[in-house]
């Protein structure tokens, strides 16, 4: 069978794997929802008393009203769930932390698009729970890498190449979101678009429509078609573009204050000297403390998204609060709340948590617009839309996604011109170098993944003596494990290499002592291992790198241990050289 379906023409080939993800991921969506939905029942409406709000496409009421028995208890239940999915996720597989997708995409450039087995199944559950317990997170992100995994390991059984695997994945990643934001074709185009912030993937489009039709058909034939902010219906008015402009240049400067918050706190917490099992209850606690004050911070908050867009603001917990004033702190609550929960280590995605901040965003906005101008601006729906689309779409750097999920999110065509305005002066206010994905690279050719496609002719041309050599980064035969570990996490590495008396001994591998309690590295290590010497090419090193299938590789020099040479050494150095070339062709 792999033969066979190696052989076959391009589309049959991907129409075949695409419907098959695309089956895994309606039904992946099904689960991970309903356990999410398992999880609230036990923490909110047994614990606390306290109903979720819910938007219409997922069976909502258009009325809500808030009341919680024992309110007391939402940071205890908010900490717990962070707790379980701590030790869940710490100690069986610690890269299901965080928010999934840049996991995949960091799959799809760095490791050819190899996924663990068990990730998906540690993602759903860790993710349900830290989300049902009221987590700031979303569900699209770890749905992703569920159907990422899964594609992973498809072609894996179906004996498809390294190239085809990575398309596999970033398919999955498509059909993940689409399927569970109910928006396959904006979820089959973020696919190929979210793995660059600049560029687009075009082999991914074809099979991701597939996979996404599908895996939308299975999940919405259970939950509803109906979009999951309802229908929205309205006639295209010119004279709100300027308004549209102005609340995509703040989305797209917001944007950029989520990334820096979100990776400023993870950055925290990787340097805090504790246990990675607590972290996230840790931050589960600060986020509960916050619910106290602002509820609708809890959980994905698309039935506040819903009360927003139905511009029912009498709905909101204000606890005595002027609207206005409420409206202008959530945006800012949000990404606090969602950058705590995520960051400290928690289970979730950050597109949900984007959704919620463009649409209080969007509300403001929408306000101050209706009070300035009520004839041109006679409701806040149209702005809690676009705000929340131009807002991600500046965040996530997939502005022609969102503005296609405009059209699946209303059923309407009247609202794209205004969208599109919005989000392409989010996406260019934002600028390149902030993405929630941190994975993403600016283009096709500065990927490892298409390094053999652009960059062999400096590559040959590059010596191993002129890279960036780090002679800290290895692990001695007498190092705990337990020290080894450390050094790979601090260095978002999967092995070391093993040095003794500065003679290169081999390398000791994170599957290798990953869940040991005790022990020297000596216990583990393989011995045996390639390496490159001065003289060598970046090419050369870069093979070797692909064949160990780790980013790094050892430099030795008459039989020394000299250090090691990483992949972003490599790119580094070759973005220099292509500067100094670009440079010179301007002064000629």
């Known amino acids: 069978m792999n033969l066979k379906l190696s052989s076959l023409p391009y589309f049959e080939k991907w129409f075949i794997v695409g419907a098959i993800i695309g089956i895994v991921a309606g039904f992946g969506a099904l689960a991970f929802y309903y356990a999410i939905r398992l999880f609230e029942i036990i923490f909110f409406a047994h614990i606390v008393g306290m109903p979720i709000p819910r938007p219409l496409g997922e069976h909502g009421s ?42 995949a995409i960091r799959s799809f450039h760095n490791n050819h698009g190899k996924i ?33 995994g899964i594609g992973s390991f498809l072609a894996d059984v179906l004996g498809l190449s390294p190239k085809d695997r990575r398309i596999a994945v970033a398919v999955g990643i498509g059909a993940g979101i689409g399927t569970i934001f109910k928006a396959p074709i904006g979820g089959a185009v973020l696919g190929a678009e979210i793995l660059y912030r600049r560029d687009f993937e075009s082999e991914v489009i074809f099979p991701s429509l597939v996979a996404s039709s599908i895996g939308y058909s299975i999940f919405a034939s259970v939950v509803g078609f109906k979009p999951i902010f309802g229908d929205y219906i309205e006639q295209f008015n010119v004279f709100r573009l300027p308004f549209y402009a102005i609340l995509g240049l703040v989305a797209g400067l917001m944007a950029i204050l989520y990334v820096q918050t979100f990776y400023s706190l993870r950055d925290i917490f990787k340097k805090w000297h504790i246990p990675n099992h607590i972290k996230p209850m840790i931050g589960g606690v600060v986020v509960g403390i916050i619910a106290l004050l602002f509820p609708e911070i809890l959980g994905t908050g698309y039935g506040w998204v819903e009360i927003l867009e139905l511009g029912k603001f009498n709905e909101l917990v204000t606890f005595g609060l002027p609207i206005l004033l409420v409206l202008v702190l ?13 960051s400290s280590g928690g289970s979730g995605g950050v597109f949900a948590p984007g959704i919620f901040i463009g649409a209080s965003l969007g509300a403001l906005f929408g306000v101050l617009f209706h009070s300035f101008a009520p004839g041109i601006v006679p409701e806040v729906a149209p702005f809690v839309i676009i705000g929340m689309l131009s807002f991600f779409g500046a965040a996530g750097k997939v502005p022609l996604a969102v503005i296609l999920m405009v059209v699946e999110m209303t059923g309407s065509l009247q609202l794209l011109p205004g969208a599109m305005l919005a989000v392409s002066i989010a996406y260019i206010a934002s600028g390149t ?10 283009q096709r050719r500065d990927s490892p993944a298409n390094m053999g496609e652009y960059h062999t002719p400096l590559l040959l041309e590059m010596k191993v003596s002129s890279l960036k050599i780090r002679n800290d980064i290895y692990a001695d035969l007498y190092y705990t494990i337990y020290r080894a570990d450390n050094i790979m996490k601090e260095n978002d590495l999967l092995s070391l290499p093993v040095v003794y008396h ?42 070797l790198m692909m064949k ?24 580094n150095k070759y973005e220099d050289n292509v500067k100094t070339i670009r440079a010179q062709e301007s002064e000629q």
């Not at 809500?64 to 707790?83: D, E, K, N, S």
């Not at 959530?330 to 995520?342: D, E, R, W, Y």
């Not at 170098?433 to 600016?442: G, P």
């Not at 020099?557 to 040479?565: A, E, S, V």
């Open 62 to 103: 258009p009325i809500y009203h808030f009341f919680a028995l024992r309110y007391y208890l939402i940071p205890v239940v908010v900490a717990v769930g962070g707790l379980i999915s701590g030790i869940i996720v710490y100690t069986f597989d610690p890269s299901a932390e965080g928010h999934g997708t840049d996991a």
């Open 116 to 148: 663990r087995r068990r990730t998906p199944i540690v993602k759903t559950i860790a993710s349900a729970i830290t989300i049902g317990s009221g987590g700031s997170a979303g569900r699209e992100g770890p749905t992703a890498l569920i159907a990422a």
């Open 330 to 342: 959530l945006p800012f609550v949000k990404i606090i709340a969602t950058s705590f929960t995520v």
């Open 433 to 442: 170098k902030y993405s929630i994905y941190e994975s993403q690279v600016e």
């Open 502 to 543: 500065d003679k290169l001994m081999g390398a000791v591998y994170l599957y290798d002592i990953d869940n040991k309690s005790y022990g020297y590295v000596k216990d583990y290590y393989r011995p045996g291992i390639s390496y490159v010497k001065f003289d060598n090419s970046a090419e050369n090193a870069w093979e």
């Open 548 to 571: 160990n299938r780790t980013k790094w590789c050892a430099v030795v020099d008459n039989g020394k241990f000299i250090g090691i040479i990483t992949l972003e050494s490599i790119l």
